[in-house]
């Protein structure tokens, strides 16, 4: 996790020459369930953030033609950094807020969360079918914008609503 104000280093991940990466909202979780109704699924947030879902595309290109997991592709070091967590308590839960990423002071994406496919508390509710979840634990909830190809060296910074930074990454860019 990134702290509020930094920068969170992000070193190029080894084994890759096609890296991307999207902005997407993260929910934290903030208490135990398991089988949760989806109208209830709120219920089982404590905060959001914003965090950058990486993808090392080419390992994933072949894994996908050999019929095999993705596991290298998404998880490496480093593989999901993220923002500061929001708690509901202070912000609220989150239904229409703008949220887009910059990459060394150009817009590269740009959605609302409005726009997002299945609600949070939707979510929450199929991930609690296939697991259990567990207070401290979070999940990246995608949204329409669109995904970048990162490249050594460069800076990217996620904001939501009113032009507040949440998430800044060095060590890549599209």
């Known amino acids: 996790m990134v702290a509020p104000g930094a920068t969170g280093e992000f070193p190029y991940p080894s084994q890759t020459k096609n890296l991307h990466f999207e902005m997407e909202l993260v929910a934290a979780i ?7 109704p989806a109208d209830k699924g709120l219920d089982y947030v404590y905060g959001y953030a914003l965090g950058l879902d990486m993808t090392r595309r080419d390992l994933q290109a072949e894994a996908k033609k050999l019929g095999r997991p993705w596991d290298t592709a998404k998880g490496f070091d480093r593989s999901a950094p993220i923002g500061p967590i929001h708690p509901v308590s202070k912000v609220g839960h989150l239904e229409k807020s703008a949220i887009w990423l910059t990459v060394n002071g150009e817009e590269k994406q740009r959605s609302d969360i409005s726009q997002l496919i299945w609600s949070v508390g939707e979510t929450v509710a199929y991930l609690s079918t296939l697991f259990e979840l567990f ?23 996620g904001r939501r609503g009113r032009h507040r930074r949440i998430l800044r990454a060095r060590g890549l860019s599209p």
Do not use: N, T, V, W
Not at 30 to 36: C, L, P, T, V
């Open 135 to 157: 207070s401290r634990r979070s999940h990246l909830h995608r949204h329409a914008g669109g995904r970048r190809r990162g490249r050594e060296g460069r800076s990217a910074q």
């Open 30 to 36: 903030g208490k135990q369930g398991k089988d949760i």
